[in-house]
Every structure is written in structure tokens, then in C-alpha cells.
């Protein structure tokens, strides 16, 4: 088999960049082809080709550079003679062409079909008006790019029934992977601390309530904010982005204590989902990574119910799917989840492996 990997682009952090190492790790040998690489230390040692939009401005606003992704897949050259596309898609990388290759076969692993897109009223970027005007169009070529007879596998089955409401096409589910044999191999994650985020631990309240995320509207951490409020917790929150102002304001204006962690160490993280009385998680996700993380530590998740986060936490055995995260909903939730043992949490993690993730995709293209 010769097989070269395709992606969208690549950031320093993030499910689909999981995604792309681990498909590194199961083709070390194969080139990846991607529009712009933002976080090349991630990628060192690997033959990464990026299109003609990484030297241009549009690499810094997707919106912007959104007309251009179609006719660039369209035309990828190829760096040998590949019989297989391995392609991680969650804009339009499975528009993927190679018109020296054409027989190629495409293996697209489906992050979710454009989400601004096809999902607008769960991703707030398909409000932005070029978006939401140009929509039609963008969901009839993506259609049609989808009908090209491709292969397809969903990261959940959440995203399986959206990509069949969406293009018609039928999906095998292969689940995402976490790094739970790392996170399982440490009981105490305190222990493993450097001192500057160990001093970061005990300037914290004694018991809180988590919340971590990109800081952007679609993820929900007011209602983590809110949940705090009403079991009557300080709230810690971890993450970065555009929405941390506006944050800091509700949490003031709630009357919450709340404590702004900014990015924090992968260490420090896993330290916090041990020691929180609980690690909350509103968003609606195709998959959620995070969620499975914290139970692989071994702290109490609670999450909404649904999207595929419901597929991941089981509700009363390894976290709580909550109905809602204000009030008495709220305090039903937490004396739930601090009952449950941490071993099924644990136990729940294991199932989403990298290693099973691995087996799973290279038996789903043959290898």
C-alpha cells in the first residue's frame, strides 16, 4: 500500500491534531498534505506539504480563505504514486483531487461536515453573513464532492447520522483517540507537578468546580459559571480565546468566585480533573475528548445530554449526563456524580484508547 495523509490545516492544539499524529504514528513513512501548518514542532521529522495559501495572509482567517479550500483540494499534487488518501476532514479536505493519481482510493475520517455550514445553530460562525448567504452553494458542491465514491468513517455516531442527514452517505463509526494509556499510568498527577504549576494548585480553592475549553461562545462555560452559582462552588477555568472578557464580567456579575487559569500545562490539567468536585462540560461536541480524559484521571465528569458526549460518559455509572445546569438540576448532578466509583470512570476511559483508535482505522483502509 502507498498511502499519503490528508488534513485541513494544523494548530497547536486540538482533536483533529490528535487525529493527524495518530495517523503519523500508523504511517510513519506517508506525506501529509495540508493548507497551512500552524504548529510545526508537532509535526518534526515528517514530510508535511503545504498549499499555496500558507504564503498568503488568507492562512490567518478562515472565513476570508473559505472560496479558496474547494479548488485548492482540486489540485494536490502528489508526492509519489499514492493507491490510498487517508484524509481527516472537518471543512472541505475530502474534496481532496490528485489528477496525476485519480484512481487513488479516499479514506475520509469525518470530524463532523462543515459545522458552520451544515450545523449553524449549534456553531455560531455560520451566523457571519457571507457564510450564511453563500451556505446553499457550499452544500451542494460539498454534496456532490462527498458522492465522488469515497470511503467514510464517522468519530462518532452522532456525527455518523449528521453526515448521512448531510451528504447522503453511509459511515462506519471509529472513535477518536484519547491518550488514556499515559493518563492511566499515573495515579496522582499532583505528584508529577512541576513547582510552578504545583504553586498554581494551592492557590486554589479547596473544593471548585471546572470548566475548560477554547474561551468561545459555542462551548458553554457560562452555564459552567451558572452550575457553580448553584451548588454554591467557586468555579476554576481553564483556556484561552476571544470570549475571556465577557466571561470574567458574568462570573463578576453572578456574584462567583471565579479563578482564570489561562492555558495550563497537559500536567496541571490532569491534575485539576482529580482534584475538582467536578469537571462540567455543557458544549455540544461530536466527540469530546476532554470529558474522557478527566475519567481517565479518574475525576467526576458531568455533561450535557447530548451530542456525542453520550456515547463516551455513562450516565451513573462512569460520570453524570445532566439535564441541566441551573438550580436544583444542578445539585441533583453534583450528589450524583461524587457518589460514583472512579474505577468505572477509569475503566469507561480505556475503551477510547490511541492503541484501539490505531488497530481500528488501519484495519478500516486495509493495511
Same mark, same amino acid.
Given at each position: 500500500?502507498?498511502?499519503?495523509?490528508?488534513?485541513?490545516?494544523?494548530?497547536?492544539? &486540538?482533536?483533529?491534531?490528535?487525529?493527524?499524529?495518530?495517523?503519523?504514528?500508523?504511517?510513519?513513512?506517508?506525506?501529509?498534505?495540508?493548507?497551512?501548518?500552524?504548529?510545526?514542532?508537532?509535526?518534526?521529522?515528517?514530510?508535511?506539504?503545504?498549499?499555496?495559501?500558507?504564503?498568503? *495572509?488568507?492562512?490567518?482567517?478562515?472565513?476570508?480563505? +473559505?472560496?479558496?479550500?474547494?479548488?485548492?483540494?482540486?489540485?494536490?499534487?502528489?508526492? &509519489?504514486?499514492?493507491?490510498?488518501?487517508?484524509?481527516?476532514?472537518?471543512?472541505?479536505?475530502?474534496?481532496?483531487?490528485?489528477?496525476?493519481? *485519480?484512481?487513488?482510493?479516499?479514506?475520509? @475520517?469525518?470530524?463532523?461536515?462543515? /459545522?458552520?455550514?451544515?450545523?449553524?445553530?449549534?456553531?455560531?460562525?455560520?451566523?457571519?453573513?457571507?457564510?450564511?448567504?453563500?451556505?446553499? @452553494?457550499?452544500?451542494?458542491?460539498?454534496?456532490?464532492?462527498?458522492?465522488?465514491?469515497?470511503?467514510?468513517?464517522?468519530?462518532?455516531?452522532?456525527?455518523?447520522?449528521?453526515?448521512?442527514?448531510?451528504?447522503?452517505?453511509?459511515?462506519?463509526?471509529? @472513535?477518536? *483517540?484519547?491518550?488514556?494509556?499515559?493518563? +492511566?499510568?499515573?495515579?496522582?498527577?499532583?505528584?508529577?507537578?512541576?513547582?510552578?504549576?504545583?504553586?498554581? +494548585?494551592?492557590? %486554589?480553592?479547596?473544593?471548585?468546580? %471546572?470548566?475548560?475549553?477554547? #474561551?468561545?461562545?459555542?462551548?458553554?462555560?457560562?452555564?459552567?459559571?451558572?452550575?457553580?452559582?448553584?451548588?454554591?462552588?467557586?468555579?476554576?477555568?481553564?483556556?484561552?480565546?476571544?470570549?475571556?472578557?465577557?466571561?470574567?464580567? @458574568?462570573?463578576?456579575?453572578?456574584?462567583?468566585?471565579?479563578?482564570? #487559569?489561562?492555558?495550563?500545562?497537559?500536567?496541571?490539567?490532569?491534575?485539576?480533573?482529580?482534584?475538582? $468536585?467536578?469537571?462540567?462540560?455543557? *458544549?455540544?461536541?461530536?466527540?469530546?475528548?476532554?470529558?474522557?480524559? !478527566?475519567?481517565?484521571?479518574?475525576?467526576?465528569?458531568?455533561? !450535557?445530554?447530548?451530542?456525542? $458526549?453520550?456515547?463516551?460518559?455513562?450516565?451513573?455509572?462512569?460520570?453524570?449526563?445532566?439535564?441541566?445546569?441551573?438550580?436544583?438540576?444542578?445539585?441533583?448532578?453534583?450528589?450524583?456524580?461524587?457518589?460514583?466509583?472512579?474505577?468505572?470512570?477509569?475503566? /469507561?476511559? &480505556?475503551?477510547?484508547?490511541? &492503541?484501539?483508535?490505531?488497530?481500528?482505522?488501519?484495519?478500516?483502509?486495509?493495511?
Amino acid at each position: 500500500m502507498s498511502l499519503e495523509i490528508v488534513c485541513e490545516w494544523i494548530e497547536r492544539t &486540538g482533536g483533529a491534531e490528535r487525529v493527524l499524529e495518530a495517523m503519523i504514528e500508523a504511517f510513519p513513512l506517508a506525506p501529509v498534505h495540508t493548507l497551512w501548518n500552524d504548529a510545526p514542532d508537532r509535526t518534526a521529522g515528517v514530510d508535511v506539504r503545504e498549499s499555496w495559501l500558507s504564503r498568503t *495572509p488568507l492562512r490567518r482567517s478562515k472565513a476570508l480563505a +473559505l472560496p479558496f479550500f474547494d479548488p485548492t483540494w482540486r489540485n494536490v499534487r502528489a508526492v &509519489g504514486v499514492p493507491d490510498t488518501l487517508l484524509v481527516s476532514s472537518y471543512v472541505f479536505a475530502h474534496h481532496i483531487r490528485m489528477p496525476k493519481v *485519480p484512481e487513488a482510493r479516499k479514506y475520509v @475520517y469525518v470530524h463532523s461536515p462543515a /459545522r458552520y455550514i451544515w450545523a449553524p445553530d449549534i456553531d455560531p460562525r455560520g451566523r457571519n453573513p457571507f457564510i450564511r448567504l453563500s451556505a446553499p @452553494y457550499w452544500k451542494r458542491l460539498d454534496r456532490r464532492r462527498a458522492s465522488e465514491g469515497s470511503f467514510f468513517a464517522s468519530n462518532s455516531q452522532f456525527v455518523r447520522e449528521r453526515v448521512e442527514r448531510s451528504w447522503g452517505v453511509e459511515s462506519t463509526v471509529i @472513535y477518536p *483517540p484519547v491518550d488514556t494509556e499515559k493518563i +492511566l499510568g499515573t495515579v496522582d498527577w499532583v505528584d508529577c507537578l512541576s513547582s510552578e504549576d504545583e504553586g498554581q +494548585l494551592r492557590r %486554589l480553592p479547596d473544593e471548585f468546580v %471546572l470548566g475548560a475549553s477554547r #474561551l468561545v461562545a459555542y462551548k458553554g462555560l457560562d452555564s459552567v459559571i451558572d452550575f457553580a452559582k448553584s451548588v454554591g462552588l467557586p468555579v476554576v477555568i481553564v483556556g484561552i480565546g476571544p470570549d475571556g472578557s465577557r466571561l470574567k464580567e @458574568y462570573a463578576a456579575s453572578s456574584g462567583v468566585r471565579a479563578v482564570f #487559569l489561562g492555558e495550563v500545562s497537559d500536567t496541571l490539567l490532569l491534575a485539576l480533573y482529580q482534584r475538582t $468536585v467536578a469537571f462540567v462540560f455543557p *458544549p455540544i461536541e461530536d466527540f469530546g475528548i476532554m470529558p474522557v480524559e !478527566a475519567m481517565a484521571a479518574g475525576g467526576r465528569v458531568i455533561v !450535557a445530554r447530548h451530542g456525542g $458526549v453520550i456515547e463516551t460518559v455513562e450516565h451513573g455509572v462512569s460520570g453524570v449526563q445532566a439535564s441541566g445546569f441551573n438550580g436544583s438540576e444542578a445539585r441533583e448532578a453534583l450528589d450524583l456524580a461524587v457518589r460514583l466509583d472512579p474505577a468505572n470512570a477509569k475503566e /469507561r476511559a &480505556g475503551r477510547f484508547s490511541q &492503541g484501539r483508535f490505531i488497530d481500528a482505522l488501519t484495519s478500516w483502509v486495509g493495511a
